[in-house]
């Protein structure tokens, strides 16, 4: 039979096909434009606006000469991966260690210090481009598994939490995202080897890139039971899952190697309180009454805000990952769960709510919800309302996370 040629609609489609395909790529761009220039003109707007002290706030580390740079890469723990980056790791002798901190964005930002000739450029180039990457990705897992639909909300849930802030500043969550987004969805394309070397980069990007483990051993085993015999995982495979703890292990070595203790950024974190603890014990502290009443101490404005808006944030991802059990989505649980029940045993609340951002598998939830219109009209309001109001106590020296 022979072929009649295509009329010109039919053309355009073919062209156009690379374009639509390309989606995972201009959508999260996209995204991620619009919501760090927001981010980046509430801080610019902000410093003046409420920081009317001549003193430094804490942990500064440069002047003000660039707001931008001074406002995302000189506060609170940027400073710590700052001075990794540019002197190596202290342990004894300083009364915050910062063996603490996890080697991977240090050394990235150190590799590229000499193409952007300056620490703290380098790691704001670090951290913001793993969060693009890291966007790209997780839109290519969520519309593989679901539709662009529900990519589209997952993508823009994530960047506009209230604590998404903190991928544009020095900080390992953009990092630990990619990483831990980058070996889940390659593990589910059965491309192991790139699994396996994004587990090792989650398990030296931060302590709980462990729960990455138990994401990929129960994604091997439901790939093993439920696919033809043809198309299952190879045993050798196996060893992926233990990527994460490989690399933990390797951070575990080096500190052995310069400090005599493998377990130093354990004992380091007890410098800043961490230690571990039941969290019914953490949860016992909070509900302690106060002495003059809940009351009044409400009224007074006696009630440490910051705990309760760190502890909300805990029951908040705890019940979706049990909404995640309920939907036997049980690689995604447990990363929800351990993600959420590790930090919060630590003796601390402080920082939960920047903590459980990067418990990506909870926005693919959130996004499915998020098909009726009013609940994502009310996502999206109270997630942008939050973020602009922490990301300018962030920039004016205020801790919120």
Do not use: C
Not at 25 to 43: D, K, N, S
Request: glycine share 8%; no cysteine.
């Amino acid at each position: 039979m022979e072929l009649r040629e295509r009329n010109p609609i039919q053309k355009a489609w073919t062209i156009s096909q690379p374009l639509t395909l390309a989606r995972w790529v201009w959508l999260p761009l996209l995204l991620f434009i619009i919501t760090r220039l927001g981010i980046a003109l509430i801080a610019y707007l902000a410093v003046p606006l409420i920081n009317d002290s001549t003193t430094p706030p804490p942990y500064h580390l440069r002047g003000t000469e660039n707001v931008l740079l001074d406002a995302f890469g000189s506060r609170w723990d940027t400073g710590f991966y700052v001075s990794i980056a540019e002197e190596g790791y202290k342990f004894e002798g300083v009364p915050l260690p910062s063996v603490a901190f996890f080697p991977l964005l240090p050394l990235l930002m150190r590799a590229i210090i000499p193409l952007v000739g300056d620490t703290l450029a380098a790691g704001l180039v670090v951290s913001n481009m793993a969060l693009l990457l890291a966007m790209m990705l997780f839109y290519r897992l969520v519309a593989e598994s679901w539709d662009e639909q529900v990519a589209d909300r997952a993508v823009w849930y994530l960047l506009i939490f209230p604590t998404a802030f903190f991928g544009a500043a020095i900080y390992s969550e953009s990092l630990f995202l990619l990483t831990a987004i980058g070996s889940f969805y390659f593990a589910r394309r059965q491309y192991w080897e790139l699994a396996a070397l994004l587990g090792i980069a989650a398990g030296l990007t931060r302590f709980t890139g462990v729960i990455v483990f138990p994401v990929l051993l129960l994604e091997w085993l439901r790939q093993w039971k439920g696919t033809d015999e043809g198309k299952r995982p190879s045993l050798p495979t196996l060893l992926v899952p233990f990527a994460p703890l490989a690399g933990l292990g390797t951070f575990m070595l080096y500190l052995q190697s310069a400090f005599g203790d493998p377990l130093a950024f354990v004992h380091g974190a007890e410098a800043w309180g961490r230690v571990p603890q039941s969290p019914l014990a953490t949860i016992g502290d909070l509900l302690q009454h106060p002495a003059e009443g809940w009351g009044t101490a409400v009224l007074a404005g006696h009630i440490h805000f910051d705990n309760w808006i760190d502890f909300s944030m805990v029951l908040l991802f705890l019940g979706l990952g049990i909404a995640l059990l309920v939907k036997k989505r049980w690689s995604e649980a447990a990363f929800v769960l351990l993600g959420t029940l590790i930090p919060f045993s630590s003796g601390l609340l402080m920082s939960q709510r920047r903590y459980v951002w990067v418990l990506f598998p909870a926005f693919i939830l959130l996004a499915q919800w998020g098909k009726r219109p009013y609940l994502d009209k009310l996502i999206t309001a109270m997630s942008l309302l939050g973020m602009a109001l922490f990301t300018a106590l962030f920039v004016n020296g205020y801790w919120v996370g």
